[in-house]
């Protein structure tokens, strides 16, 4: 069966705007019959449904048709180097279920997927969902990840991880499609997804225990030739401090302004503070020094967003991760220097913001991303045969 | 007439390999009646011819297709400060006749641009092809650009061309579609043209009298919000200097490392330098003040160069203008300094090359970028009634 324009039907309604055969044959630039036929493939999938009535131009009113995102279920992980959070969603990318406990990334890969496997199945039984229905599953990693084939690369916080197939062993437990990519490029998504849906230009920069930042460009996450792209903890940044790295050069971001790098300041200066979630701690209970540092913190990596924002004009930067929550200092820093810095051409229309969505960020983006995979297009119509016979019901 | 899947089937041929109907009905995903109309609709433009034979699987063998590069021309002109190359090409961006003179782009926008009229008409009627041939006309300017519209946003060096609506100018004359970029971006493109066809992530800087970039991402040059992605020469550097840009900030690359910031340099040493020219030609001669200073700007865009590594994580670094062709001085520096700063990740395939495209890059890469629209699918199938109608001879 002729599928060709199916996916371009699907991805047209995925607005939520229900719409008349009509409307679709001159979205697609397919002719009525051919229209007709992809309706009825796409209906069969249940990813399409038909909904009430278009506003009647004479006679009897047209049929108009709707995404369904309850047609499957996604399951999203969010994998932090201490923390798994879950969460089941539509395929709008909304969170019909969220749960979050502590695991160690450091028991490696086959325990912590084994652990999301399992807590996966047993939120999926939590909203009466099969795991049958899923679409796919999304996971972000707190490293660096080959994008196309799932796979984490060196990644330093998370022995036993390196190469190891993520894909194949979530794949295989699930038979559905698996999409794995870093966590700050997850969180990116996410946000996007909760507030700036409109917006094709886009900067996340994370700033926790490290620093790191997510790049939309056009609409899409950017990951460079080996997804590497937005790594911005190890730009140089210059500063008196001498700080040595854990990747080994002098001078670089995460090395003197992260979070992990102001408790060692705090310390330093006699204030016990052992994390980032200490250093927070201490600017919500309104510590003038702490305060202090995480302003010029946010002065020093406005310094290398300064750099970005001239780079790629975006048109939206969000400051996100545990210290942009600790209040307005981070940020203050940042815009600081950013709207010092940069021309006006690249500031004129720029937003700098903190992150809105929250604790659900990760799993909303890693969502989002199976969505925007599984759902695209040529996908849709290869997949179509699967999805009907899957949706059989 | 349903001529949906046209222009994939040309997009797929213009890698120049020839195919055969089934080839085409594979590529496309369109049943082999849709493909012959779709041949038809495009064989009527010239746009693709049939070829010599395929190897047979016994009896007749089956006719072949072709992107035909020669159906129509483009006109290409890059702009400069003081000099405009105009170039006639083929539909893959092959110069067949090109032509250098120097006009003063501070004469303002009608002046330049009917000179652009009136010798690309010339240069038509060289090569012996008529005005209806012309596929588009691409242009470079040396400022920014809105690229959806073609129109230049306060370019500081183009009295009188700030809004002045360019493609309304030259489309008029000459009856076809008209592409405008800044030349940066264009360069880029030529230069990803000429040299590194398959790599999808490049950077292009420019060191001429000032300095600028051009980011091709995942294939596509990025312009991000306004136009202004790219712009490298107000990234804020930390160094001994005071000097103050011509933007009113002080620190700026452009300020400390272009080749107006080098021949001031030397002016303050006792060495007579009035422009990169100057410059260039007293590192061909051999003086080592010049040398050095042109290093040690090298290692200046370098530090920016790096952050741009760790944001982008390009395959291929390309260095070009009049500064980088004045010999291994600047590339030297360039490198020296990114090969230290960035993570192995990001610099372990990565190349940092000089450009090899030369006086051409600029038409070659406006003529890219014309055939890339003109020839885009959707574009090909809106455009296909014109395009036979015009090829009707």
């Known amino acids: 069966m002729n599928v060709t324009g199916a996916g371009a039907i699907l991805q047209a309604l995925r607005d939520r705007r229900p719409r008349t055969r009509s409307e679709l044959a001159e979205l697609s630039g397919l002719g009525r019959a051919a229209v007709a036929q992809r309706l009825d493939a796409l209906l069969a999938t249940a990813l399409l449904a038909p909904v009430g009535e278009a506003a009647s131009t004479g006679g009897r009113p047209p049929t108009r048709f709707a995404f369904n995102p309850d047609a499957r279920v996604v399951l ?24 979050g406990v502590d695991v160690d990334i450091g028991r490696g890969p086959t325990h912590v997927l084994a652990w999301i496997v399992d807590h996966g199945r047993a939120l999926l039984d939590r909203v009466g969902r099969r795991q049958d229905e899923l679409a796919g599953v999304g996971i972000g990693l707190p490293g660096p990840v080959e994008f196309a084939t799932g796979r984490p690369v060196n990644p330093p916080i998370m022995p036993g991880w390196h190469d190891f197939d993520v894909v194949a062993f979530v794949g295989s437990r699930f038979g559905c499609p698996v999409v794995v990519d870093n ?25 926790a225990t490290g620093i790191g930042s997510g790049i939309v460009i056009d609409g899409q996450v950017r990951r460079g030739a080996q997804g590497a792209a937005g790594d911005m903890g190890h730009v140089h940044v210059p500063h008196e401090s001498d700080a040595v790295c854990r990747c080994g050069n002098v001078g670089c971001l995460d090395a003197v302004a992260s979070g992990a790098a102001i408790a060692a300041q705090l310390a330093e200066r006699g204030v016990p503070a052992r994390a980032r979630r200490d250093v927070a701690d201490l600017v919500r209970a309104g510590s003038t020094l702490a305060d202090q540092l995480v302003r010029a913190a946010g002065r020093t990596i406005g310094e290398v967003v300064a750099t970005a924002v001239s780079l790629l004009n975006p048109s939206v930067m969000v400051i996100g991760g545990s210290l942009a929550r600790a209040g307005e200092s981070l940020l203050a820093g940042v815009r600081e ?28 983006g890693a969502a989002a991303l199976v969505c925007d995979t599984v759902l695209a297009p040529e996908r849709v119509e290869a997949d179509l045969s699967r999805l009907t016979v899957a949706a059989g019901r």
Chains 1, 2 share one sequence.
């Open 76 to 99: 999203a992980a969010d994998v932090g180097a201490t923390h798994v959070r879950l969460a089941v969603t539509d395929l709008s990318a909304r969170v019909l279920a969220s749960d």
């Open 337 to 364: 220097v950013v709207y010092q810095r940069s021309l006006p051409l690249a500031t004129a229309k720029l937003d700098i913001v903190a992150a809105a969505a929250g604790d659900q960020t990760g799993v909303v």
């Open 183 to 207: 966590d700050v490029n997850v969180m990116a998504l996410g946000e996007r997804h909760a507030a700036f849906r409109d917006v094709d230009h886009l900067l996340f920069v994370k700033v």
